[in-house]
């Protein structure tokens, strides 16, 4: 299995930008599709972004479109995701997450994701 350490979270005004990294150990980082979640208060985690096990081919969430990147790197066994044009609607705690099986098809769907980090904490001020 996958351990996955996030790094980058913090406090951000309206309009700002962060840029989160998850670093990967304990597997083959190369075969397995990533994705991004975040949980703010109150609310059920929800879906952010995925990537491919290739790193060729992402898609996001109608919320983040245009505004998040995601981002693999096999080399360095990191996953990232550039966050631009942040509101206070993306305050969450953001959770990088990786396949429960290698290959395939990514997808958004949290059952598919077998291997989380600990989350990492994204304050966007007014």
Not at 46 to 71: C, K, L, N, P, Q
Not at 75 to 86: D, G, I, K, R, W
Not at 96 to 124: K, L, M, N
Request: charged fraction near 20%; glycine fraction near 12%.
């Amino acid at each position: 299995q996958v351990q996955l350490v996030e790094t980058g979270g913090g406090l951000v005004q309206a309009g700002g930008s962060l840029r989160l990294s998850c670093a990967a150990s304990g597997g083959d980082f190369s075969s397995f599709n990533m994705g991004w979640f975040r949980q703010a208060p109150g609310k059920e985690r929800e879906f952010v972004a995925a990537i491919d096990w290739s790193g060729r081919r992402a898609f996001y969430a109608t919320s983040v479109e245009g505004r998040f990147t995601i981002s693999k790197d096999n080399a360095e066994n990191t996953v990232n995701l550039q966050m631009n044009s942040l509101n206070p609607d993306d305050t969450a705690v953001y959770y990088c997450a990786a396949h429960r099986r290698p290959y395939g098809v990514a997808t958004a769907r949290e059952i598919d994701f077998g291997s989380w980090g600990q989350g990492t904490q994204v304050t966007v001020s007014p």
